[in-house]
T-cell receptor, first 115, second 111 residues
Framework: KAGVTQTPRYLIKTRGQQVTLSCSPI?????VSWYQQTPGQGLQFLFE???????NKGNFPGRFSGRQFSNSRSEMNVSTLELGDSALYLC??????????????FGSGTRLTVV | KQEVTQIPAALSVPEGENLVLNCSFT??????LQWFRQDPGKGLTSLLL?????REQTSGRLNASLDKSSGRSTLYIAASQPGDSATYLC??????????FGGGTRVLVKP
């Protein structure tokens, strides 16, 4: 079966611009989570969506937002980009039970570079 | 607040040697623990998911043990190969499905 698909794979943006990243989960998975990975901070949780509702949110500024569509595909948006937003953004999908009972499957990530 | 630690941060071994990777967590009330592999610039590949009721989980050359009471999990990779070179991460979820990751162990297997 198809894995988690993230598009685009690479992005270069200028400070102040906004960006939208996309994630298509494994078929049948209803939960999509987003993580930011940087060399200094490691992997940090952004938010989780389940059945089109944000179920959990990490400690990121309001410039980071997301949404989930009825087909479980998710997008995350970052507005007013800053240099510090340069990172690998990873999406993870799961069946959606509590406590991540069935584990997570991650996508290949989107490498965002802000110049 | 859950904290997850992986020591050492880096490890270099000759090919054929067994690898032992450690993961410790501060809150023993975990639901499960997942081990991942990450190649440079790539996403995370799930290796093993071990539920809180399990003591160990095996897949091929990989074996993960879990000791909740001591807050530790160990990933064993038997007969290491150069292709095992990667960063290995462990993660535990909270009640809200948020994963807390360790900092990872970067492994280099020398031919």
């Amino acid at each position: 079966k198809a894995g988690v698909t993230q598009t685009p794979r690479y992005l270069i943006k200028t400070r102040g611009q906004q960006v939208t990243l996309s994630c298509s989960p494994i078929s049948g998975h209803r939960s999509v989570s987003w993580y930011q990975q940087t060399p200094g901070q490691g992997l940090q949780f952004l938010f989780e969506y389940f059945s089109e509702t944000q179920r959990n949110k990490g400690n990121f500024p309001g410039r980071f937002s997301g949404r989930q569509f009825s087909n479980s595909r998710s997008e995350m948006n970052v507005s007013t980009l800053e240099l510090g937003d340069s990172a690998l953004y990873l999406c993870a999908s799961s069946l959606g039970g509590t406590h991540a009972l069935y584990g997570y499957t991650f996508g290949s990530g989107t490498r965002l570079t802000v110049v | 607040k859950q904290e997850v630690t992986q020591i050492p941060a880096a490890l270099s071994v000759p090919e054929g040697e067994n690898l032992v990777l450690n993961c410790s967590f501060t809150d023993s009330a975990i639901y499960n623990l997942q081990w991942f592999r990450q190649d440079p610039g790539k996403g995370l590949t799930s290796l093993l998911l071990i539920q809180s009721s399990q003591r160990e989980q095996t897949s091929g050359r990989l074996n993960a043990s879990l000791d909740k009471s001591s807050g530790r999990s160990t990933l064993y990779i038997a007969a290491s190969q150069p292709g095992d070179s990667a960063t290995y991460l462990c993660a535990v979820p909270d009640a809200g499905n948020k994963l807390t990751f360790g900092g990872g162990t970067r492994v280099l297997v020398k031919p």
